[in-house]
Nanobody, 120 residues
Framework: QVQLVESGGGLVQAGGSLRLACAAS????????MAWFRQAPGKERQLLAA????????YYADSVKGRFTISRDNAKNTVYLQMNSLKSEDTAVYYC?????????????WGQGTQVTVSS
């Protein structure tokens, strides 16, 4: 079992930056690949970025490529999402997830989410 807790969300102006963090607990949390998703009101949940268990491989959705960076620190059991050049359309609830098979598509554990609001 892996527990995930997101932090770092908030209100930011368009063009600004935020860094989200996802703290994972569980004895084998570092063996999971990790990802960030978001869901805006009335829209489907969207995979934004994923990192393999050791951080050697990453995946980015086209909508965030070049603006968002995923990273992980296994010593701290934490995954980060650095978000730059934020736009109003980035407003959503952001979720952290952990998976063990079919990287980067399937996930076993989810956090409760953190709200990001970008004002224009």
């Amino acid at each position: 079992q892996v527990q995930l807790v997101e932090s770092g969300g908030g209100l930011v102006q368009a063009g600004g930056s935020l860094r989200l963090a996802c703290a994972a607990s569980g004895r084998t949390s570092s063996t999971y690949y990790m990802a960030w998703f978001r869901q805006a009101p009335g829209k489907e949940r969207q995979l934004l970025a994923a990192t393999s268990s050791m951080g050697r491989s990453t995946y980015y959705a086209d909508s965030v490529k070049g603006r968002f960076t995923i990273s992980r620190d296994n010593a701290k059991n934490t995954v980060y999402l650095q978000m730059n050049s934020l736009k109003s359309e980035d407003t959503a609830v952001y979720y952290c997830a952990a998976g063990s098979i079919n990287w980067p598509r399937e996930y076993d554990f989810w956090g409760q989410g953190t709200q990001v609001t970008v004002s224009s």
